[in-house]
């Protein structure tokens, strides 16, 4: 049986590492925290930054200073590259700036995240054409309206035709847009194409279209008017079966 000192050593012992590891552990818990703080301050650091990149990048291209709006814009792309709306407005900087082609993929870029936006689409277009290469952008248009096979994207092809002189082929997609989603806004455009190219009788029918799917548009029987025609009730027909 161990001695009366002996057990005092012992409890000692037991105590002073119990201590120990107790004093240990408290190290290790205060440098945990210490720094988990020190990330959480750095990630607070780091999204000040970009949210400031974003905000500064906004009032410089409200300014007209372009130069200064592309590098905020991007400074926040390199941490946040996917964020599409930040690419268009890089491309706008860019376009502001004279720099075309950077324009061009930077809208590249945020219509590839975002297909279906048309504003996307239209400052692709746009500054593909005013880099001199318009027939790559009627291409580009011309793709998105076939593969999508949507009335908008059609009348998108159409009014590019339109700005670069091509009245045959404007006609053609305002035509598509009508029929791919027959309503009488469809229609009414399609009319104000074929009335700008001289073509009153073609106008009359696409109008006669509209009317039959708005009887009160005001907008179409002004036009009916002005091509001589009468909007009176039996002015409206249906347009032709697909």
């Known amino acids: ?25 408290s190290i290790l818990g205060v440098g945990a925290a210490a720094s988990l703080a020190g990330c959480v301050s750095r990630e607070v650091s780091r999204e000040q ?14 300014n007209g200073e372009y ?26 900087a860019y376009e502001g700036m004279g720099e075309l082609s950077a324009a061009r993929e930077a809208y590249m870029i945020a219509y590839e995240l975002d297909p279906f936006k048309a504003e996307y689409i239209d400052a692709m277009a746009r500054a593909t054409a005013a880099n001199g290469e318009i027939g790559q952008a009627f291409d580009l248009l011309e793709t998105i309206a076939y593969e999508d096979d ?15 002189g091509f009245p045959d ?21 399609y009319a104000e194409v074929l009335a700008g190219y001289k073509d009153p009788s073609g106008a009359l029918k696409a109008l006669s279209h509209a009317l039959w799917f708005d009887r009160e548009s005001a907008k179409a029987k002004a036009m009916v008017r002005r091509l001589g025609g009468v909007p009176g009730p039996t002015f409206a027909t249906p347009p032709p079966a697909p």
């Open 1 to 25: 049986m161990p001695c009366i000192l002996d057990m005092v050593d012992l409890l000692n012992t037991t105590r002073a590492r119990t201590t120990t590891v107790v004093l240990l552990g």
């Open 49 to 62: 930054t970009l949210v400031s990149a974003r905000t500064d990048g906004d009032t410089y291209l409200r």
């Open 67 to 92: 130069n200064l709006a592309a590098g905020a814009y991007e400074l926040y792309l390199e941490e946040r590259p996917a964020r599409r709306e930040v690419m268009y407005d890089l491309g706008r």
């Open 150 to 164: 949507r009335s908008d994207a059609y009348a998108r092809l159409g009014r590019f035709l339109v700005e670069f």
């Open 169 to 189: 082929e404007a006609v053609l997609a305002f035509e598509t847009a009508a029929e791919v989603d027959p309503s009488a806004s469809s229609y009414l455009e």
